[in-house]
């Protein structure tokens, strides 16, 4: 993994931007790729596009929310000082961080018991929202109600 100045001066433009015109709700969506894998849907992405995949929990998250098998979609929302959110949203809280390291997040969802709770999220988060937030609140887009119901975000 060799870069450029010029690959460097771009993600550093990239991470400025979401860092400084920050947001407090963001839709990020996700696919499984023929390699079985799941990667965020990054479109313009510069470096290798394997930094992308998720992995160590995150790739589990994608298929418990997936919605056909190979697409989820998410709202995320940072900055929420509320324990409670509305129903059809759950919580995960930063256990760790590290600029290089990325950061672990335990995952406040039933469902999650099935991987072990934990979720490791690579710097890349640090493109796509500018932070490794202490809290996220994480509302599944497009689910059946049965599977809303299933993972405890529907009564």
Known sequence: MDYSITDLM??????SKKYFGRQDEYTISFTKEDDGC?????????????NLMMVEGADDLCEILSYDGTHTKIKVCVNIVSDRM?????????????ITGGAHYQVDLVAANSFGGFIWL????????GQY?????????NLADDKMKELGLKD
Do not use: N
């Open 86 to 98: 509305p129903k059809g949203w759950f919580r995960i809280e930063k256990q760790d961080s590290s």
């Open 122 to 129: 690579c710097p890349v988060t640090l493109f796509v929202l």
């Open 133 to 141: 937030p202490d809290y996220m609140w994480i509302k599944p887009m």
């Open 10 to 15: 771009k993600a550093a433009s990239m991470m």
């Open 38 to 50: 799941w990667y965020v849907d990054y479109p313009d992405w510069p470096f290798d596009h394997h």
